[in-house]
């Protein structure tokens, strides 16, 4: 033990390689992990209770009559606080969308990607930007240079199958889950 | 500097035990400061006093305020009209924030100036940037509080900004929402930090203070004390200086409380927060508008962020990005060009973020950030090199008493008697 609180030949961790001096070095270190992983799994309770809550997760599905909306209309429901843009499109608006060049595009994908039935586009309405809502679900709003959506924040264009066609936006129009539990009505999430 | 002896027995008594007064003696009443420093020197004192005023009305209105997303809009209403003095102490909380920026950034701007930056002072100038961080930190999630649309609005952006980064951008905004949106977890803890966040402040700001006392403070002619001639004591002399200039200061402050409180806010903000529908035009506080106008200048999100971020992260090193020797800009010809070019393109920057992102107004911030980031990463460290300064006085006091005769040759001496 005295080899070990005294290593001889004076300060320990001189130059020579003392068995006392490598135990030390690995208690010491043994101690300093310990202390590492303790500090470390007090702090995650703290860091993940910011992270959402139970009920804040279970309000993350909902069910949407589609039988009231009319081609050329478009609705927004409220899902997870954030607004979920649903239109029944036209038919020159899905032959717009089907028509367009993917090399064009800044997040290439196919209208079929986009959509579950031509018809009906379902997306989440927050400008992939910095989270503004895009207008274009009102006939009176402006749509854009694309005929689908526009963002007021920072001008970002997203077309009839809400891909980002111009503007800073880096995505397209995220797609929520959802299924069509009949032929007119969905469950979102 | 030795100790003073006081005549107050119970002072005397405490100050045996816990030498405060002894402390508070050394620090601001004996305390040599340059005796040629200006006005400018008076907005550390102002701010201190801000911050002070900050958290008092701060914690008032906390007393009346309701952090629920269904309630925090009528609460901030209700300190408005039926609190007791809920006007006043909200204005001047409302306007502080505005006061402490502008008193903050003319602050920054003179450390620019004069290079108060330089050694030995790295540290008290990093401890400053700090401190700026930490002033927007709290500025941002207090402007969140009253949930009308541009704090709803701006919130959703601002913690947007963290989504640019790859991979794990969209786990940090879930984890600081605390939901999927903003919403009321949101608004919760942005309260519980905009309550703590002032006191980290206060924590820092006095590690500053304590930091410039180490060395004493920069003056305009950037050179040290050489003597006693060179330096008058704190009190009287500067707590009277900083006084007038605190007066004058809320003069100002009291100006914007009283006849114009709502100048420097949004009409939008009286318009309670809606997630479905986002005003036409967002724009931040003022004081954020040259970041902002840097985030958007650069067409790609990710670059925007790194931008936004690098325009105070640079200030970090800029103790080391200058070069040059001599500190204050009076005797450095070209920098001090810079300086101004550096200002105007702030201003510009200020302009443009206030503007919608097109045309003019966005090449205008793209010439100015360029210009920011070059001043301090390009310019100031060819300078040092490049540049020849004008000779620097041989003290404190001979550029104030040259060409004074002879009688400035005996106000020179006279202190020293005094030593």
């Known amino acids: 033990m005295s080899d070990t609180t005294h290593p001889a030949g004076g300060g320990g961790q001189g130059g020579h390689e003392g068995e006392g001096a490598t135990r030390r070095d690995f208690l010491y270190l043994a101690t300093g992990a310990v202390a590492a992983v303790g500090v470390a799994s007090v702090a995650w309770p703290f860091i993940d209770s910011m992270n959402p809550a139970a009920d804040t997760l279970a309000l993350a599905q909902i069910d949407v009559d589609l039988s009231p909306i009319q081609v050329g209309q478009s609705i927004t429901v409220t899902w997870r606080g954030k607004p979920v843009f649903i239109r029944r499109r036209t038919e020159e608006e899905i032959a717009a969308a089907a028509s367009v060049n993917l090399a064009e595009l800044r997040d290439p994908a196919p209208d079929s990607a986009r959509v579950q039935q031509p018809q009906w586009l379902v997306m989440v309405g927050i400008c992939t930007h910095l989270g503004c809502v895009p207008l274009g679900q009102k006939s009176t709003d402006p749509k854009g240079d694309y005929g689908g959506w526009f963002c007021p924040c920072h001008g970002s264009h997203y077309d009839t199958a809400g891909r980002i066609r111009r503007g800073p936006a880096p995505l397209n129009l995220a797609l929520p889950e959802y299924a069509f539990l009949t032929d007119t009505s969905i469950r979102v999430g | ?419």
């Open chain 2, 1 to 419: 500097m030795a100790a003073p002896q006081f005549k107050n027995p119970v002072v005397r008594w405490i100050d045996y035990r816990l030498p405060i007064f002894t402390q508070l003696n050394h620090e601001y009443n004996e305390y040599p400061m340059p005796k040629n420093c200006n006005y400018l020197w008076s907005f550390g004192a102002i701010a201190m006093v801000v911050l002070i005023t900050m958290i008092v009305s701060g914690i008032t209105l906390a007393m009346n305020y309701t952090p629920h997303t269904a309630y925090a809009f009528n609460s901030v209403e209700r300190i408005m009209r039926d609190v007791n003095f809920g006007w006043l102490i909200r204005y001047i909380h409302m306007n502080g924030a505005s006061m402490f920026f502008i008193a903050v950034f003319i602050h920054i701007f003179r450390g620019l100036y004069f290079g108060s930056y330089k050694a030995p002072r790295e540290i008290l100038w990093m401890l400053g940037v700090v401190i700026l961080l930490l002033m927007m930190a709290t500025a941002f999630m207090g402007y969140v509080l009253p949930w009308g649309q541009m704090s709803f609005w701006g919130a959703t952006v601002i913690t947007n900004l963290f989504s640019a980064f790859p991979i794990i951008g969209d786990h940090i905004v879930t984890w600081l929402w605390g939901g999927f949106s903003v919403d009321n977890p949101t608004l919760n803890r942005f309260f519980a930090l905009h309550y703590l966040l002032p006191f980290v402040l206060l924590g820092v700001v006095f590690l500053h203070v304590a930091a410039v006392h180490v060395h004493g403070s920069n003056n305009p002619v950037g050179i040290d004390i050489k003597g006693p001639q060179d330096s008058l004591p704190f009190h009287p002399y500067f707590t009277i200086k900083d006084t007038f200039g605190l007066g004058v200061f809320m003069i100002i402050f009291a100006g914007f409380v009283f006849f114009a409180p709502n100048f420097m806010g949004h009409p939008d903000n009286y318009i309670p927060a809606n997630p479905l529908v986002t005003p036409a035009h967002i724009v931040p506080e003022w004081y954020f508008l040259p970041f902002y106008a840097i985030l958007r200048a650069v067409p790609d999100k990710l670059g925007g962020v790194l931008a936004m971020f690098g325009a105070i992260a640079v200030l970090f090193v800029v103790p080391w990005l200058d070069t040059s020797k001599v500190r204050s800009a009076n005797y450095r010809p070209l920098y001090r060009q810079f300086f101004w070019v550096l200002v105007v393109a702030c201003i510009l920057l200020g302009y443009a973020g206030s503007q919608p992102a097109e045309g003019i107004w966005l090449i205008v911030a793209r010439v100015a950030s360029i210009y920011y980031f070059a001043h301090f990463l390009i310019i100031l460290p060819l300078l040092g090199k490049l540049e020849r300064p004008r000779p620097l006085p041989a003290s404190i006091s001979e550029p104030v008493l040259k060409g004074g005769g002879r009688l400035a040759t005996a106000a020179a001496a006279k202190p020293m008697e005094k030593a």
